[in-house]
Every structure is written in structure tokens, then in C-alpha cells.
DNA sequence: TGTTGGATCAACT
DNA sequence: GTTGATCCAACAC
């Protein structure tokens, strides 16, 4: 027996005003849904990281509102998606109030849904689709378009499956150069596609 | 108007 | 462990 699309219920705001790092614990066990022009893509969140706030040197919001990060700037429950290293783009879900700048990078998922649509957007060598963040929005199709989404329409959201991890591990946040110490990243250590 | 470096990844040594 | 691919935002001038 198969089904036409992922279950569960949609994440409501109020999920995504709470602290960062509340938030970015409890987004491991959820589906990652993307209503992608070609069909539904869908990814239960192994990895994340927060950053958050001006006062994080990691943080894109660290330097100010600009027009790039202003969508951490508003409210919670939106998509922050930024273009990097001149290939990659990486997703991020903004948490927290209006003018209480912070977001949860998405780093890595387990794919669950929508994998012919995956497969075709990634290169035939690659043996794991979303094992990071650049690789993730590579298999999802996500761009720069896909920038200050709510994620609480119906193109881009998060589902809770009732799923309730029971592994998470804490670590300092990978690749960055600034505050590099903070343990600030999340994920399921059971889980066979975390990144690195 | 020009320069620089980054929340990455893969392919090297 | 190091490096190249390759774009754009931020900052210096």
C-alpha cells in the first residue's frame, strides 16, 4: 500500500515563536514538505543548527538588518534561504518575534517522499541526496526564490508526525569561523544521513 | 567601482 | 588536510 502524500499535522506559528534552541531541538523528527512544481518532496530533519541574534558572530543577523537577512528580522515561521560559496544554497527556518532576529539552518534530512523528484535534481554520482545543507536545497530545488516563504502556506512547511526522537545529540556548529564554540547543533545520532 | 570572503562539497595529496 | 569551483552581499574606496 502507498499514499499520495506525506502524514501529519502542519506546524502552526505558535511552534515557531518560542527560543531557538527550543525550537531547533524539537524540528528533529519532523517532515520537511515541499510542494515542488514536479510533485511533493518530503524529509524527516536529522540535523539543524540555531543561530541566533545580532549578538552571534555566526549569526547572518550579527551584522545588522540588511536586505539579504532582513526576513530574519520579521516574524517566526518563515523560510531563510541564502545563496553561498557562489554554488550552494542553504535553508533556514526563522523562529522567534518580529525584530528578535534568529533562524534554524537545516543541515541534513532522511528522504521519505518524492525521491524520483530528488534523484533528478542531484547528480547521478551522488549516493546521498540531503547530507547537508548545500545538498539539500540542491535535491529540493529550493533557490533563492524560495527566500521569506511562510511556512505556514502551503508550498513549503514542516509536518509533525508524532514522532518523538529519543537520540538527540548536542555539538559546536560545523564550518563556521565565529563563535565556533557554541553547541549549538542538533541531531539524531542513530540517524544514517548526517552530514560529514 | 572594485575587492573579498563565506552557515559547502568533492576531489585531490 | 588542502584546494578549487563560482556567486553575491558587504564593505572599502
Known sequence: MSTNKPAGSKLPRSFYLRPTLTVARELLGKTLVYHHPKGIIAAELVEVEAYIGEEDKACHAAVGRTERNAVMFGNGGFSYVYFIYGMYHCLNVVTEAKDSPA??????????????????????????????????????????????????????????????????????????????????????????????
Open 103 to 196: 533562524a534554524v539552518l537545516i543541515r541534513a534530512a532522511e528522504p521519505i517522499f518524492g525521491l524520483d523528484i530528488i534523484r533528478a535534481n542531484s547528480p547521478a554520482s551522488d549516493k546521498k541526496y540531503t547530507n547537508g545543507p548545500g545538498k539539500l536545497c540542491r535535491a529540493f530545488g529550493l533557490d533563492r526564490s524560495h527566500n521569506g516563504l511562510d511556512l505556514c502556506g502551503d508550498t513549503l512547511y514542516l509536518l509533525d508526525t508524532g514522532k518523538r526522537p529519543t537520540s538527540i545529540q548536542t555539538s559546536p556548529r560545523i564550518g563556521i569561523k565565529k563563535s565556533a564554540d557554541c553547541p549549538w547543533r542538533f541531531f539524531l545520532s542513530e540517524s544514517r544521513y548526517i552530514s560529514r
